[in-house]
Structures are given as structure tokens and as C-alpha cells.
């Protein structure tokens, strides 16, 4: 199953702004919106953003999501040591009537 | 407060068999439905499997389809993922996740490793 497209990385100064970015197709991202996940080594993920980027509770207002088209994008303001983990987008695909991952990006706070 | 408790993984050979389960707690667990997620030693999140709150709605992806089973019972406030002919590539920690019915992915429990080994 074909998964969403993310960048490998990201390096970004502390303090500086991380935009991610998340491309799928009219059949999910376009029409369904991406989540976005968190994780930590070793840890599970976190939901950062529900896919019709509203924050669940508890998540800082620093992560915000949106989406233009097929491309979903969270951004990272104020980047903190604690957000070096790597992220994921997440999406309903309704051709392939399955979720779909994007391949992941590495955030690093330089 | 949701907590998810994943168990039964462990080590088994290609072909064999082995049994999921995901306990929750903290959350109405008939209105919820449920995902399983799995992540292969390094790498990224793989979907494998979603059922509705009411069990009415099961898909899966199409590498696991066909071999493993998601299932619940409501009565018991557990999940489960029957797994059949195993493979190597089948290894991975797997995750149960919640689903809202809008909105997945919002609960996770700590995973359970499974190792397809001879």
C-alpha cells in the first residue's frame, strides 16, 4: 500500500521555527486531512494534531497543523530540546479503504 | 485517565500463530474503536488493522490480510489480533491505538514485541 511522503529530516536552530511537510493524494490527505504523531525513542507515538488539525488537550500550542491541497504540514514554533523525535502523518485512504503512514521525518534541534 | 495495556507477543517461528491483546481502561470501551499499529525494529509506523466500536466495520492492510484477525469483545474491554502464518517480516512491536469514531489515534498503549524467528 502506498504510504504518504515525508522528508527524512529536519535540522533546525533551538528556538527556530520546523515546518513539516506530508504529501498524499486526493484520496486521503486531500479529502480526508492527515493527523500528525510524535514519538520519542522508545516510546509510543502522541497524538499531536486530530486530522482536522484541532490539538487534542494537553498538546502545547507551539505544534500546529493545516493542510493546502494534498500536502498537510505541522509547525514547530519555539523548537525545545524535547522535540527531537520523529514524526509521522497519518491518513484515511478511501480507494485503498485503509490508513495509511507517511514515511517519517527526523526532527533535530541543533 | 485511558490506559491501554498491550500483551502476548514473544518469539515465534515462521508459520506459527500467536494472539494479541489489548486491555483498556479509562474509557468506554463499546464506543471506541480500536486500530492496531506495528513498527519493525528502526523503522516507521505500519497501519495493520481497524474495527469499529461495534465490531460492524473491520479492515485491514493488505499485508496482514488474509492472516490476521482483529476482533474484540466489549463484554471484557479487550482487543485483540490473531495472527497466522507468520513471517519475518511480521516482526515488530505492536501497538493498539484508540479511535473515536472521528478522530484515531488519540490512546496508545506501551506495545508488545513480536519476534518472527527460527
Known amino acids: 500500500q502506498a504510504g504518504l511522503t515525508q522528508p527524512p529530516s529536519v535540522s533546525k536552530e533551538l528556538r527556530q521555527t520546523a515546518t513539516l511537510t506530508c504529501i498524499g493524494n486526493?484520496?486521503?490527505?486531500?479529502?480526508?486531512?492527515a493527523a500528525w504523531l510524535q514519538q520519542h525513542q522508545g516510546h509510543p507515538p502522541k497524538l499531536l494534531s486530530f486530522r482536522n488539525n484541532d490539538r487534542p488537550s494537553g498538546v502545547s500550542e507551539r505544534f500546529s497543523a493545516s493542510r493546502s491541497g494534498n500536502t498537510a504540514s505541522l509547525t514547530i514554533t519555539g523548537l525545545q530540546p524535547e522535540d527531537e523525535a520523529d514524526y509521522f502523518c497519518s491518513s484515511w485512504d478511501n480507494s485503498l479503504n485503509a490508513y495509511v503512514f507517511g514515511t517519517g521525518t527526523k526532527v533535530t534541534v541543533l | 485517565q485511558a490506559q491501554l495495556v498491550e500483551s502476548g507477543g514473544g518469539v515465534v517461528q515462521p508459520g506459527r500463530s500467536l494472539r494479541l491483546s489489548c486491555v483498556a481502561s479509562g474509557l468506554t470501551f463499546s464506543t471506541f474503536g480500536f486500530h492496531w499499529v506495528r513498527q519493525a525494529p528502526g523503522k516507521g509506523l505500519e497501519w495493520v488493522a481497524v474495527i469499529w466500536f461495534d465490531g460492524s466495520n473491520i479492515h485491514y492492510s493488505d499485508s496482514v490480510k488474509g492472516r490476521f484477525t482483529i476482533s474484540r469483545d466489549n463484554s471484557m474491554n479487550t482487543l485483540y489480533l490473531e495472527m497466522n502464518s507468520l513471517r519475518a517480516e511480521d516482526t515488530a512491536v505492536y501497538y493498539c491505538?484508540?479511535?473515536?469514531?472521528?478522530?484515531?489515534?488519540?490512546?496508545w498503549g506501551q506495545g508488545t514485541l513480536v519476534t518472527v524467528s527460527s
Open positions: 491505538a484508540t479511535d473515536n469514531g472521528d478522530y484515531a489515534y488519540e490512546y
Open positions: 486526493n484520496n486521503n490527505v486531500g479529502s480526508q486531512g
